[in-house]
């Protein structure tokens, strides 16, 4: 309870987007300048006693890069605790992003921080658009012991208290403060009679009545991108003398937190933090620009569930983990983290840098891919031509279908094991590739010399993987089947039927039937935050569709539909008849032992301002979606009701953020797994998945879900034209049903979805199919085995890579509601350690909703 008269904490502090309306060279122009100011302030006033740059060491290094000869002095300062940086490396969107993005901004920002002199013991979160549920696990085994945020809470959840326990699913907590007014309630501050009485005073005493636990108030005291104010000292000491009712000190927010859980705090928040009663939330910012959402799920998955577990692989038979390309790309995707940036609320010409920067990424992690593939295939003893291998990047036993690229000088082409059994392949594509011509040197000059002609084939193989391995497979010289055209309107495998009849398409699993796509249109008259509907609108739905063909196989079947649907053109279309017809050519797959049917989407978009999602008719009662380390149960938000009444920031709709999976639950479970889609909303008769917004502005005044200014900048009209979205897209997503929900059997289809497997043909008839074929590189190994495996677990991997000081991680864990017994087969040594990679005592379980971090250790004679 409180004791004595309140005490004012002060915290000077800049909030640094790294990007926004604004380059992140326009930032990094700045952020020099006004570090250079900030450190000649602190060296030359030793009472402005500590400063705050936004939690993330990024701009460190920014800094550095351009004033390399100021880092012992930024070091000092960091040491003695007067300028906090840390523990992120970017501020992150922890909704948007793959849970060891997250992670790994930590890792990097609190080793980087620490390595200046100290990293800031608080998960600061001033500005992220809500906070993912196992932040406070996150922080807890980063050994920070404090959180600060805005956003995502409601008043009735505080319960009297800004202060409280904040805890993820698996049971950690983090002590934490919820700061009410923003980040910037004191950025003006100064010792007037007239600010203190009209703009201070009221403040304060707002935060009194909110504090019933404790006497130390905290007034964050900074702005985006702002000069450090040098009057703060003095100001802080005027108003000590000017306020009997007060005590004021210049602080930061690790002092802060100390004083303020000094006492018992007894409130507990759990879970995500999507709250948008004071402040905004803008929920359908995860349908906003989703080529780059798509964009980064892409590289995310390729350097997390493929780069990654290779480089371990090939580290083990002798080749180099490529960490230092690794570390460069994460650095450049931490950028694309940023809040703005992957949020995609920024210019076109800043948005346009992010989507340059995510195919960077993607290049060097398919370079260091194909490198890698290339070196262990050539070091297996099996003549060049009649070699595939097949990559397994999840530690268990998998035996699934692959498709394989191979080059053949002969149209019958199938496989073989290294044993000589058969493998059961279908043909899925082949074409006839000109050999073209070649430069030979002679005695008489160049000659241009006809090279023959080969084929290329995708094959789809039926094929048992190691666990954490590969295994080699031969070409030979034989008819195989392929996927040929039927006149059959229904594709099947062991689980699942898909049917076409009269315009619809149904599947059918088990007792289960359900309808799929009904594509919905509407208006969008929002802006680069919000979508927001043109009120009275009647959406626009789908007719009947048009079947283009099917062909099937044993092994794998394939339905290709056409929708065709009249549009506006714009928003000032709606409702007359200026219209363009467009088509979504949708192509089903399903694949023998698979519990889902692979959904593609294509779509030539050339309208604007608009909205398309697809509806899956269902009578649920709640949805779950995956988030991090679990699912999330939710149901439709009751608040949605009263939100003007009681003056909501913005109307908390039922639209949810998922990370990989979203399921519908009301009598059966219908999931859809998606890659890169990362909105939907629970409806009254069922599930909608946003596929894309298009709009053409960054920041609009008085949204229909949003009253009042514009987001963003708001006393300026920008235009986005790029986020109109103009242009080819594609979509893939997957759907499947079960008899009710089970959160492992859900993270199953997941890992059966995902891209974490991988095939290579060792040959020389094509140079271009890969990244890196046609150039010559190292062969550091000269004989690897044909078939191997590293290690063998039943759990669930998060991330398996080169540890940050040597040795391998290996993160495990378990969605579900029980513990689990820990299991893993590996040679070498094991440690326990934290996401931090600092050892902890050893666990013989994986809590529920929980993860664990394993260090392995090869034995040495």
Not at 508 to 524: I, P, Q, S
Request: aromatic content about 10%; glycine content about 6%.
């Amino acid at each position: 309870m409180k004791t004595g008269k309140p005490n004012v904490h002060v915290v000077p502090h800049s909030h640094w987007d790294r990007e926004w309306y604004f380059t992140i060279e326009d930032s990094n122009v700045l952020l020099v300048e006004n570090l250079d100011r900030l450190l000649d302030v602190l060296e030359g006033d030793p009472t402005y006693v500590s400063y705050v740059f936004d939690g993330q060491v990024s701009i460190v290094e920014e800094y550095l890069k351009i004033r390399p000869e100021e880092r012992d002095r930024m070091k000092r300062f960091i040491t003695e605790r007067r300028l906090f940086v840390g523990p992120w490396y970017t501020q992150t969107d922890t909704l948007l992003v793959n849970r060891e993005s997250i992670i790994r901004n930590l890792l990097y920002g609190t080793r980087i921080a620490k390595a200046m002199g100290h990293s800031m013991n608080v998960g600061y979160l001033p500005d992220i658009f809500g906070q993912n549920a196992y932040l406070p696990s996150f922080f807890k085994d980063f050994g920070i012991d404090y959180s600060v945020l805005q956003r995502g809470i409601y008043h009735d959840e505080i319960k009297g208290d800004l202060n409280f326990h904040w805890q993820s699913p698996d049971g950690a907590r983090v002590k934490t403060n919820y700061i009410f007014f923003g980040y910037g309630p004191g950025k003006f501050l100064e010792a007037t009679d007239a600010y203190k009485t009209e703009r201070l005073d009221p403040i304060l005493k707002t935060l009194e009545s909110m504090n019933r636990s404790t006497d130390e108030l905290l007034l964050p005291s900074g702005g985006d991108q702002v000069l450090v104010r040098e009057h703060f000292p003095e100001a802080v000491r005027r108003l000590n003398e000017m306020d009997r009712e007060r005590t004021y000190q210049l602080s930061d927010y690790e002092t802060f937190m100390e004083a303020a859980f000094a006492r018992e705090i007894p409130n507990t928040i759990e879970g995500e933090l999507i709250a948008s009663q004071k402040s905004r939330m803008h929920h359908t910012i995860r349908s906003q620009r989703v080529d780059l959402k798509q964009g980064n799920y892409a590289v995310e998955t390729k350097l997390i569930d493929q780069l990654e577990p290779l480089g371990v692989i090939a580290e083990s038979l002798g080749f180099r983990y490529p960490k230092a390309w690794i570390n460069q790309v994460w650095k450049e995707l931490f950028d694309v983290h940023s809040h703005d940036s992957i949020g995609g609320c920024n210019s076109d010409a800043t948005n346009d840098d992010i989507k340059k920067r995510i195919e960077k990424c993607e290049r060097i992690v398919d370079g260091l891919i194909n490198l890698l593939k290339k070196q262990i295939a050539r070091a297996v003893d099996v003549p060049t031509g009649e070699l595939v291998l097949f990559f397994n990047y999840v530690p268990k036993q998998r035996t699934l279908i692959e498709d394989v690229v191979v080059f053949t000088n002969e149209s019958d082409v199938g496989l073989v094991t290294f044993d000589g059994d058969t493998v059961n392949t279908v043909i899925r594509e082949q074409s006839y590739v000109s050999g073209g011509k070649k430069i030979v040197v002679t005695a008489d000059g160049e000659k241009e010399v006809e090279v023959p002609g080969y084929y290329r084939t995708v094959l789809a193989a039926e094929v048992t993987l190691p666990s954490l391995g590969y295994a080699a497979y031969r070409i030979v010289n034989e008819t195989k089947a392929t996927l040929g055209a039927t006149d059959v309107a229904r594709i099947e495998n062991d689980q699942l039927a898909v049917t076409f009849a009269e315009g619809r398409v149904t599947m059918k699993a088990g007792t289960h039937d359900v309808e799929l796509f009904t594509f919905e249109d509407t208006a969008d008259t929002g802006d680069s935050y919000d979508y927001s509907p043109l009120v009275g609108e009647t959406p626009i739905t789908t007719a009947q569709a048009e079947l283009i063909d099917v062909s099937e196989s044993d092994l794998v079947s394939t339905m290709t539909v056409k929708h065709t649907w009249s549009l506006p053109i714009d928003l000032e279309a709606r409702g007359t008849d200026k219209l363009k017809q467009q088509t979504i050519v949708t192509k089903l797959e399903v694949r023998q032992g698979e519990a889902f049917v692979r959904v593609n989407h294509e779509i030539d978009n050339d309208v604007k301002d608009h909205r398309v999602r697809v509806l899956f008719p269902w009578a649920l009662e709640r949805t779950f979606a995956d988030q991090a380390y679990t699912a999330l149960e939710r149901k439709q938000n009751p608040r949605a009701t009263v939100w003007k009444e009681e003056k909501y920031a913005e109307k908390p709709v039922s639209i949810y953020p998922l990370e990989n999976y979203v399921v519908a639950e009301g009598g059966a479970a219908l999931g859809v797994i998606t890659q890169g889609l990362k909105e939907y909303e629970h409806l009254d008769d069922g599930l909608a998945l946003t596929l894309f917004r298009s709009v053409g502005l960054l920041g609009k005044d008085n949204l229909a879900w949003r009253p009042g200014r514009a987001s963003g900048i708001n006393n300026k009209v920008v235009e986005t034209p790029d986020a109109q979205m103009l242009g080819h897209m594609s979509f893939d997503y997957a759907v499947g049903v079960a008899d009710c929900f089970d959160a492992v059997d859900w993270t199953e289809r997941t890992e059966t979805y995902k891209a974490n497997r991988a095939s290579y043909h060792k040959q020389s008839l094509n140079t271009f199919e890969e990244r890196l074929e046609r150039f010559e590189i190292p062969q550091p190994v000269d004989h690897v085995p044909a078939t191997y495996s590293l290690l063998t677990t039943s759990h669930f991997v998060s991330a398996i890579k080169q540890g940050a000081d040597g040795g391998r991680i290996v993160r495990l864990f378990n969605p579900s509601s029980e513990d689990v017994p820990l299991h893993i087969e590996t040679a070498g040594t094991i440690q326990h350690v934290s996401l931090a990679e600092i050892e902890v005592d050893a666990q013989d379980v994986i809590k529920a909703h929980g993860y664990t971090t394993l260090h392995i250790k090869e034995e040495t004679s």
